[in-house]
């Protein structure tokens, strides 16, 4: 289990045994996830991962967006400062030869408009810190998703994001230097900034018990521009990757 995974599950312990006294609201859980190993999707493998979509007044906490304090609130429209958690890479297997790229933070700040429970859009743009040398830069995203539901108590919902990143993050994970080329066998490379990638996301959660629910989402995350053109990409990664996740999750009234 991860370090980051091991503070997320201590969190939820303290948020469970307070959620009454402290007005907590939204569902915790944990699930397992099949994805890519890194984002040149080199390989895949099953991971343990916290599920979080909890609010505390205008204090929210969800594994995709991270913590943010919604800041100004009007009319649907909310903005904020937030911090999320950017997962690293393992440079071993098809990677080796490859700098390793340790876990970073993501601080920035994020907008969003969202006139109902049901349907949001967003963006974000924040600065990873925390990696090594000549590693980590500027990420930004921008989306939408829309929930409706199914039908027996189960809730579908949509999600698409667009995520961009400048030269440095990209070439954190798509560039090859020459040092690197060598070990590895990957061709140099120079990674340029841009929309890095697209994202698909089609999730539904089905009811168990009382409050208690079963969680389910895939992904389909399409490589494009500098990411997508990558030596490390045409030879060991794909373009086209899928992320698949389970979880059971409770939920605070």
């Given at each position: 289990?991860?370090?980051?995974?091991?503070?997320?599950?201590?969190?939820?312990?303290?948020?469970?045994?307070?959620?009454?006294?402290?007005?907590?609201?939204g569902e915790a859980g944990l699930g397992l996830s099949y994805q890519p190993h890194d984002p040149s999707g080199s390989r895949y493998e099953?991971?343990?991962?916290?599920?979080?979509?909890?609010?505390?007044?205008?204090?929210?906490?969800?594994?995709?967006?991270?913590?943010?304090?919604?800041?100004?609130?009007?009319?649907?429209?909310?903005?904020?400062?937030?911090?999320?958690?950017?997962?690293?890479?393992?440079?071993?297997?098809?990677?080796?030869?490859?700098?390793?790229?340790?876990?970073?933070?993501?601080?920035?700040?994020?907008?969003?408009?969202?006139?109902?429970?049901?349907?949001?859009?967003?963006?974000?743009?924040?600065?990873?810190?925390?990696?090594?040398?000549g590693q980590g830069g500027v990420l930004g995203r921008v989306g939408g998703e829309v929930g409706y539901p199914v039908g027996g108590g189960v809730i579908g919902?949509?999600?698409?994001?667009?995520?961009?990143?400048?030269?440095?993050?990209?070439?954190?994970?798509?560039?090859?230097?020459?040092?690197?080329?060598?070990?590895?066998?990957?061709?140099?490379?120079?990674?340029?900034?841009?929309?890095?990638?697209?994202?698909?996301?089609?999730?539904?959660?089905?009811?168990?018990?009382?409050?208690?629910?079963?969680?389910?989402?895939?992904?389909?995350?399409?490589?494009?521009?500098?990411?997508?053109?990558?030596?490390?990409?045409?030879?060991?990664?794909?373009?086209?990757?899928?992320?698949?996740?389970?979880?059971?999750?409770?939920?605070?009234?």
């Open positions: 289990m991860s370090r980051i995974t091991f503070v997320l599950l201590a969190a939820l312990t303290c948020l469970s045994i307070n959620a009454r006294a402290d007005g907590i609201s099953s991971r343990p991962v916290p599920y979080l979509d909890l609010d505390w007044g205008d204090v929210s906490l969800s594994t995709d967006d991270g913590l943010t304090w919604s800041a100004l609130k009007s009319q649907g429209w909310s903005v904020g400062p937030f911090v999320n958690y950017l997962p690293g890479r393992t440079a071993n297997g098809q990677l080796r030869g490859l700098r390793d790229v340790p876990d970073m933070g993501e601080v920035g700040g994020f907008v969003q408009y969202a006139p109902a429970d049901f349907w949001r859009v967003y963006a974000s743009v924040g600065q990873a810190v925390g990696g090594g040398s919902s949509t999600n698409v994001t667009a995520h961009f990143a400048d030269a440095r993050q990209t070439q954190t994970f798509f560039g090859v230097s020459d040092d690197e080329s060598r070990a590895s066998g990957i061709r140099p490379y120079n990674a340029g900034g841009g929309l890095q990638n697209v994202a698909l996301t089609q999730s539904f959660e089905f009811p168990l018990a009382p409050h208690w629910s079963l969680l389910t989402s895939a992904s389909w995350i399409h490589l494009t521009g500098s990411a997508a053109d990558s030596s490390l990409v045409k030879q060991i990664g794909r373009a086209d990757q899928g992320e698949a996740q389970v979880a059971i999750a409770y939920k605070f009234d």
